[in-house]
């Protein structure tokens, strides 16, 4: 889960009306067979990540091109997210801060985090996992104002503005594309499936609990009108000891939104340092952080330019995590085929 579900309800809404709950199942059961194949695949070259695999198909100039590829991927995600998370600080918390102050500021604990191994990003993920658990259950309680009579009739409009509003819901189960790196890593490897599957349904749950959630808070013309539905129906609950609730939740989702930016950084000083043979990835990631702080001093960054940019990261992730992890496979399924039939 990063910053794609606090759009998220109102981008649904605005394509497919209150059946937008139903693209998040069709986007989850794509992402799992997807996810699925992923690891199909890497079971054929179980101690490489697809970098290893394509070189030992394709070749060594196939390896490297692939790498580029991935790395400039991976980079323009982790551009969009980290960009998105400063501006969504810079309208919530901190109006009068600019943003490269809030980017460089971020940069700090990123880079402590995310520059030595993989292992340091699992452990703090699974912290942050258990830490930040209990806002999801927040949004049950703003449903004692909800109306389910929003959510009828279903399929209103019939399935073709929810079969074309999937594109929309993609962005937010992208990353599991990431099991093409993580598997050689992962100590027990048969249980890889059962990991992606269980790691896709708990974002799906999430996703339609808050969804559904804004569908029934709001009504169907009313969510429209809110940049940030998922923040904003948080602002009927108040307490004695604390009165903009949604603030604080807020405050706590940055660090769920630092555990899907940080893999992503991560994973493009990975594939750099792979480019030029060196296992160093603090120097890259430094660099990468750098470059990002240049880029937001000298082009001062828009949520409309960064909602173009993630448009484009949209059209990129459908071909690279769902279209390429199938002509793969189905290469690699023939390719094995021929070699047992040379063999007999």
């Not at 073709?160 to 599991?176: A, D, E, Q």
């Not at 043979?277 to 603090?282: A, E, L, P, R």
Request: net charge positive; charged share 15%; glycine share 4%.
């Amino acid at each position: 889960m990063g910053v794609g579900v606090l759009t998220l309800p109102r981008e649904l809404a605005e394509k497919a009306g209150t059946d937008g709950w139903m693209v998040i199942i069709i986007s989850w059961f794509l992402a799992t067979m997807a996810s699925l194949i992923i690891i199909q695949i890497m079971k054929k070259y179980p101690n490489g990540t697809i970098l290893d695999l394509l070189t030992h198909y394709f070749g060594k100039w196939i390896g490297r091109v692939a790498t580029i590829i991935f790395a400039l991927y991976f980079a323009l995600l982790a551009n969009v997210i980290f960009i998105r998370e400063a501006l969504f600080i810079q309208a919530w918390i901190l109006p009068r801060t600019e943003v490269y102050v809030l980017i460089l500021l971020l940069s700090i604990p990123s880079y402590q985090i995310a520059r030595k191994n993989i292992n340091i990003l699992g452990r703090y993920s699974e912290f942050v996992f258990f830490m930040t658990l209990w806002t999801i259950i927040i949004y049950l309680i703003p449903l004692k104002y909800a109306h389910w009579l929003h959510l009828f009739p279903v399929l209103k409009e019939g399935w073709l503005p929810i079969l074309t509003t999937v594109k929309t819901s993609i962005f937010s189960f992208l990353g599991f594309e990431i099991a093409f790196f993580l598997y050689p890593f992962l100590q027990k490897k048969e249980k890889a499936s059962m990991g992606v599957v269980i790691a896709n349904t708990l974002s799906l749950l999430a996703f339609l609990m808050v969804t559904i959630g804004a569908f029934i808070f709001y009504s169907p013309d009313e969510i429209t009108i809110y940049n940030e539905p998922t923040i904003e129906m948080l602002k009927v609950l108040e307490f004695k000891f604390i009165e903009r609730l949604e603030i604080v939740f807020f405050s706590f989702y940055l660090f769920v939104i630092s555990t899907t930016v940080l893999p992503f950084m991560f994973m493009t000083v990975f594939c750099t340092s792979q480019l030029v043979g060196k296992q160093d990835y603090s120097k890259h990631l430094a660099c990468f952080l750098l470059i990002e702080f240049a880029v937001v001093v000298l082009f001062p960054p828009s949520f409309d330019e960064n909602t173009h940019l993630q448009q484009v990261i949209e059209k990129a992730g459908i071909i690279l995590a769902f279209a390429f992890p199938l002509c793969l496979w189905g290469y690699v399924w023939v390719h094995g085929l021929f070699k047992r039939r040379a063999i007999k």
